[in-house]
């Protein structure tokens, strides 16, 4: 007998099927892939903004710290080009000023007068035990360090990388009363008698910042650990005395240095000193005194104004995304004395 094969059939696509099949993946693949840029370019945008908001803030903060130190009407602005023309910031219309764009103040020593507990200098002084030539600071450790505690001559001269100490020879910090309207009078078996002002009272002309005039600044070296000694007298007969003080080692200068464009980088100058005749003698953030140290790159906008004890600065910096896309983050900040 004769076998007959019965052929079995199998279910498949057909070519149209198939071809609706390959549509719907490109649409599929075609929507993730736009969906994935999407998410791509969010991620480098979000980056990119972080980066600029993160440094941005992190050289306000510095700056504000640095001037939240700052030796009242010693805050004056220069143009970078030109440092001997300068101007004082003590208005809000300086906010405009788009000439004078270098800042420059004395500021008081805080890093070393927090370096160590209790301080190697106190701050505190005792009028009645000082002199026209020396300052009473009962509890301080001017030269001496202990086991557990550093001198300040010792501070000072690390901070400043050897720059500045308290012994007779070398460069010497400056001293600064609370009370800068009275003086220690020699001659009137001292008694207080009133201080000659600063021009204006704003004026720091006589500081050693803008000419060779340090009329009324002092500096001071140690005479042993409770008593500092006056240098020189810089042409006073009197000198500023009142119970409480602050010492300087350095000046600070912020400068703005072209990048190309409208950009820039901010140059932190410091570590040098006018009341010993060291200034800001060369151009476009290149001086010849001190050091320098990058705060902050690629800004845009640099704009700060005084106003009685209140400090404003404004800053701006850029992040490249690519070609020429940028973020662009601003912080303003206000440091009050």
């Known amino acids: 007998m004769r076998k007959v094969r019965i052929l079995k059939t199998k279910k498949a696509f057909t070519l149209l099927e198939l071809t609706m099949v390959i549509v719907v993946?490109?649409?599929v693949a075609s929507i993730g892939s736009s969906i994935i840029a999407q998410v791509y370019e969010q991620y480098i945008l979000q980056r990119a903004t972080h980066r600029a908001s993160l440094k941005t803030e992190l050289a306000a903060q510095q700056i504000a710290n640095l001037l939240s130190y700052r030796i009242p009407r010693t805050t004056i602005a220069r143009q970078p080009a030109n440092l001997s023309n300068a101007i004082y910031?003590?208005?809000p219309t300086n906010m405009t000023d788009n000439i004078h764009t270098q800042l420059e103040w004395i500021g008081t020593d805080n890093d070393g007068f927090s370096a160590d507990i209790p301080p190697s200098w106190n701050g505190f002084c005792d009028v009645n035990a000082s002199t026209q030539n020396s300052v009473r600071t009962p509890g301080s450790r001017l030269l001496n360090s202990t086991a557990s505690h550093a001198a300040a001559h010792d501070i000072l001269s690390n901070l400043?990388?050897?720059?500045?100490?308290?012994?007779?020879?070398?460069?010497?910090?400056?001293?600064?009363?609370r009370d800068r309207h009275r003086r220690y009078s020699d001659d009137i078996a001292g008694n207080e008698?009133?201080?000659?002002?600063?021009?204006?009272?704003?004026?720091?002309?006589c500081l050693g910042m803008v000419s060779s005039d340090r009329s009324c600044i002092s500096t001071v070296s140690a005479?042993?650990?409770?008593?500092?000694?006056?240098?020189?007298?810089?042409?006073?007969?009197?000198?500023?005395?009142?119970?409480?003080y602050k010492l300087a080692w350095s000046a600070y200068s912020i400068c703005p240095r072209p990048r190309g464009g409208n950009h820039y980088d901010l140059i932190l100058h410091y570590n040098y000193q006018p009341w010993e005749g060291e200034r800001l003698d060369g151009q476009n953030c290149n001086p010849t005194v001190g050091e320098s140290a990058i705060l902050i790159t690629n800004v845009t906008v640099f704009?700060?104004?005084?106003?009685g004890n209140t400090f404003r600065f404004k800053l701006c910096a850029q992040e490249s995304i690519g070609g020429d896309t940028n973020v662009t983050i601003c912080k303003e900040k206000a440091v009050i004395l």
């Open 25 to 27: 993946l490109g649409i």
């Open 89 to 91: 910031v003590t208005d």
């Open 160 to 177: 400043s990388n050897g720059n500045v100490s308290l012994d007779a020879a070398g460069q010497h910090p400056a001293i600064f009363f």
């Open 193 to 205: 008698v009133t201080m000659k002002a600063l021009p204006d009272g704003t004026d720091p002309a």
């Open 223 to 244: 005479a042993d650990d409770e008593n500092f000694a006056f240098q020189w007298d810089n042409g006073n007969t009197q000198k500023v005395i009142s119970e409480h």
């Open 303 to 307: 704009k700060f104004a005084e106003s």
